[in-house]
């Protein structure tokens, strides 16, 4: 299965800049994308493909004076930030018409320049790098293409090489590496005992335990009774603030 793994990372001076402006970049793709289907859908036209949009508002729009700003970033950051908003689209569809399960999907929303959370996705085709120098946590750094070299802590070890990471920067400033790596997942072994536990109101729990010859045993834990047990310093702390002055 799937898991990510976040860290703390501490981006300055110039790769800090190409980072806010792989986010601005990143935020005008998802935006052209929802302008784009909108505008098929107010004219009656049928919504253009994932490849139509890839050619128009990233390949056509590199070679125009006005957005010639777009091929200074990666391009797999790109296409990942077109990909989400084309998914966030069939999520939407999916949801109206029953496909997807859950609770109701809004339609996907234009997002402000004035957002304080950014984001961009880098996949195995950007060619990212982890290094990480000794044992120090903290030497650790993450290359992004167009970006450099970003230091982070790696608090905790990767258990395998990460397909995808991304690059976020929460609405206080900070940033922060999350990975998507591949674990497997290894049942816990079993000792031939079985315990359950049932949360009760005259108890706080009832612990039933049957060992592996099938003798039962039950243990009560009472209920922690804080408020009963401290009363009485409670209602004299109440009559010594109360006479107290200002």
């Known amino acids: 299965m799937q898991v990510r793994y976040s860290y703390r990372a501490y981006p300055q001076g110039r790769e800090a800049q190409r980072l806010a402006r792989l986010f601005g970049c990143c935020r005008h793709v998802h935006n052209a994308v929802i302008g784009e289907r909108e505008h098929a859908r107010r004219k009656g036209l049928p919504f253009p493909t ?55 999907v809004g339609a996907p929303r234009f997002r402000s320049r004035w957002d304080h959370r950014r984001s961009a996705r880098f996949t195995r085709n950007a060619r990212f790098k982890i290094e990480v120098a000794g044992d120090d946590p903290r030497g650790a750094r993450l290359y992004l293409p167009q970006v450099g070299w970003v230091p982070f802590t790696l608090s905790r070890p990767l258990p395998s090489d990460p397909s995808s990471v991304t690059i976020i920067r929460e609405p206080d400033g900070r940033h922060r ?57 409670l209602a004299r702390s109440q009559r010594a603030l109360s006479r107290k002055q200002r």
């Open 177 to 233: 590496v999350s990975f998507v790596v591949e674990v497997v997942d290894t049942p816990g072994l079993t000792t031939g005992r079985a315990c359950g536990i049932d949360p009760g109101l005259s108890s706080f729990a009832t612990i039933l335990t049957t060992s592996e010859t099938g003798q039962e045993s039950v243990e009560k834990i009472p209920t922690p009774m804080f408020l009963r047990r401290r009363e009485r310093a």
């Open 50 to 104: 994932t490849g139509e949009l890839s050619r128009r508002l990233l390949t056509d729009a590199k070679r125009q004076p006005g957005t010639a700003w777009l091929g200074e970033v990666s391009a797999v950051a790109l296409q990942q930030a077109l990909a989400d908003a084309d998914r966030a689209y069939r999520n939407f569809f999916d949801s109206l018409t029953g496909k997807r399960r859950g609770r109701r």
